[in-house]
């Protein structure tokens, strides 16, 4: 399984950024998605993931209210749609797939996209 993201860049205080993330290969059965944020220096910490159906979705108290995460089963694509972005934003993201509780946990998932970096400039 491999997953592509993309859509990071730069955007100035209260914009918006859409970032995609492709999951293709032989992938079998219900899984989360997930979308995971690293600080320079700091450890991956959740965002926000999203239940096969896509009924069930869950966010990280930081980013509730201005983050949206959806997926389109279709094109195996995961999305997160980031609004009102604040500096303290600023970080490369990863998206993710795996099948275990917690869905906020780095551990429940197995496959890793490559980061997209995105920056907020004040």
């Known amino acids: 399984v491999q997953l592509q993201a993309y859509g990071g860049g730069l955007v100035q205080a209260g914009g918006s950024l859409r970032l995609s993330c492709a999951a293709s290969g032989r992938i079998f059965g219900s899984y989360f998605m997930a979308w995971f944020r690293q600080f320079p220096g700091k450890e991956r910490e959740f965002v926000a993931a999203v239940s096969w159906t896509g009924g069930s979705t869950w966010y990280a108290d930081s980013v509730k209210g201005r983050f949206t995460i959806s997926r389109d089963n279709g094109k195996n694509t995961v999305y997160l749609q980031m609004n009102s972005l604040k500096p303290e934003d600023t970080a490369e993201y990863y998206c993710?797939?795996?099948?275990?509780?917690?869905?906020?946990?780095?551990?429940?998932?197995?496959?890793w996209g490559q980061g997209t970096l995105v920056t907020v400039s004040s």
């Open positions: 993710a797939l795996g099948s275990r509780f917690p869905t906020t946990d780095v551990a429940s998932y197995d496959y």
